[in-house]
């Protein structure tokens, strides 16, 4: 199993310019998170998407940051206009249903590290 | 304000020794815990979780500890290897079948050959 795949692994980019992450979840998960991680808020959670419709984005910070699940093995999060305060790493992570109790697993990929200068 | 904390950003512990971390929460509905291992440039692995109806979950090296009434939980690794070295996370979630986690900022474990 190939595990969560986020591409890209790295990006630089201007004050203002549009950015898109990627993510692959794990073959046959029901679940996808999105989370965001800074030295200040730690590991936060964006949105997540139950069978490709999005569950919770409460997360979201603003409207600049959008996510979509078109399929069940593709997932972007997209920030438009992208500010110096963005710069994080961005994970996703993906899980199966669960029949009872609450969490879970979650599988993590390594992680979108963005510079936003 | 931060719902989940962990309040010692690092540990060192000599190899062979008990390493003990500790997790601190405050949000009563969180019935769900888990802990998580990050080595540098990799996303966050599962270690081991336990339920709000127990007060201990063991898993080989690594046990984990809850007290309910002291909204406190630790993970104790025995003995401790050069290989834990690792970021872990703390993370809590709050009813059944809930896949919303609250992350702690993490505890850096250094262990010492």
Wanted: net charge neutral; proline share 6%.
């Amino acid at each position: 199993d190939a595990g969560v795949i986020q591409s890209p692994r790295h990006e630089v980019t201007e004050m203002g310019q549009e950015v898109t992450l990627r993510c692959k979840p794990i073959s046959g998960h029901d679940y996808l998170f999105w989370y965001r991680q800074t030295m200040m808020r730690g590991l936060e959670l964006l949105i997540y998407f139950n069978n490709n419709v999005p569950i919770d984005d409460s997360g979201m910070p603003e409207d600049r940051f959008s996510a979509k699940m078109p399929n069940a093995s593709f997932s972007t999060l997209k920030i438009q206009p992208s500010e110096p305060r963005d710069s994080a790493v961005y994970f996703c992570a993906s899980s199966l249903a669960l029949s009872g109790g609450g969490g879970g697993e979650q599988y993590f990929g390594p992680g979108t590290r963005l510079t936003v200068t | 304000d931060q719902q989940v904390k962990q309040n010692s950003p690092s540990l060192s512990v000599q190899e062979g020794r008990i390493s003990i971390l500790n997790c601190d929460y405050t949000n009563s509905m969180f019935d769900y815990f888990l802990w998580y291992k990050k080595y540098p440039a990799e996303g966050p692995t599962f270690l081991i979780s336990i339920s709000s109806i127990k007060d201990k979950n063991e898993d080989g090296r690594f046990t984990v500890f809850l007290n309910k009434s002291a909204k406190h939980l630790s993970l104790h690794i025995v003995p401790s290897q050069p290989g834990d070295s690792a970021v872990y996370f703390c993370a809590a979630s709050e009813g059944a079948g809930s896949y919303q986690l609250t992350f702690g900022k993490g505890t850096k474990l250094s262990v010492i050959p």
